[in-house]
């Protein structure tokens, strides 16, 4: 039943290499974001869309690019992946912002080596 | 920015026991929503809360939207295995997405 899926799902990756998470969602919401969640920190916002071509940066924007193409997809891009972006990232997809009911994706598992 | 503080960090229980959590912030907040997550999974919205005061429950669980609207409070009763997972609150801090709490870890022991 998930109107949202994250690819991949696991990726293990080296230290300088460009990396690329995909969400997709199928709900046709216009929001959608990205959080990180590391062990002490909880869930920490990255970037968000409030529609095509329009994104905003987070909390933890730093070493993250995001772009928004088509409704349907968000993509998170880390240009040059170092250790401490080692982290489970998660999509989100809401109706409006901020939102009540955010959707989650099943989240990606990220390890830079 | 907007920060959510909850407690306790973890919490490890006998199955059967009940379990309580809150949440507190330093400014007000109009709304306060309750998250739980499953291991290996994402967040999935269990309660939502709306005013001041507020009493909502989901089954076995019940939150309590404080009267300051500073804090919020989750409680679990008579918990079984399926209830471990984080616990998070959120809230909106203006017309920006949602700050979470740093979450709640719960354990049941059998």
């Known amino acids: 039943d998930a109107g949202i899926t994250q690819s991949p799902r696991h990726k293990v990756t080296e230290t300088g290499t460009p990396v690329t998470l995909r969400c997709h969602q199928t709900e046709n919401h216009r929001y959608m974001y990205w959080y990180r969640q590391d062990p002490g920190h909880g869930l920490r916002l990255i970037h968000y869309?409030?529609?095509?071509?329009?994104?905003d940066k987070g909390e933890v924007s730093d070493g993250y690019s995001v772009s928004r193409s088509k409704t349907e997809d968000f993509l998170l891009t880390l240009e040059s992946a170092t250790s401490s972006q080692t982290s489970v990232y998660f999509c989100?997809?809401?109706?409006?912002?901020?939102?009540?009911?955010?959707?989650f994706g099943s989240g990606t598992r990220l390890t830079v080596v | 920015g907007q920060q959510l503080n909850q407690s306790p960090q973890s919490m490890f229980i006998q199955e059967g026991e009940d379990v309580s959590m809150n949440c507190t912030s330093s400014?007000?907040?109009?709304?306060w929503l309750w998250y739980k997550q499953d291991p290996g999974e994402g967040p999935v919205l269990l309660i939502a809360?709306?005013?001041?005061?507020e009493l909502t429950s989901n089954g076995r669980l019940t939150a309590q939207f404080g009267t300051t609207r500073k804090d919020s409070f989750l409680n679990i009763s008579a918990s079984i295995p399926s209830d471990v997972g984080i616990y998070f609150c959120?809230?909106?801090?203006?017309?920006?997405?949602?700050?979470f709490g740093k979450g709640t870890r719960l354990s049941v022991i059998a």
């Open positions: 989100a997809i809401s109706e409006s912002m901020p939102g009540l009911g955010y959707t």
């Open positions: 869309s409030y529609g095509v071509k329009d994104t």
């Open positions: 400014s007000i907040f109009n709304t």
């Open positions: 809360l709306y005013k001041a005061g």
């Open positions: 959120a809230g909106p801090s203006g017309n920006t997405p949602l700050v």
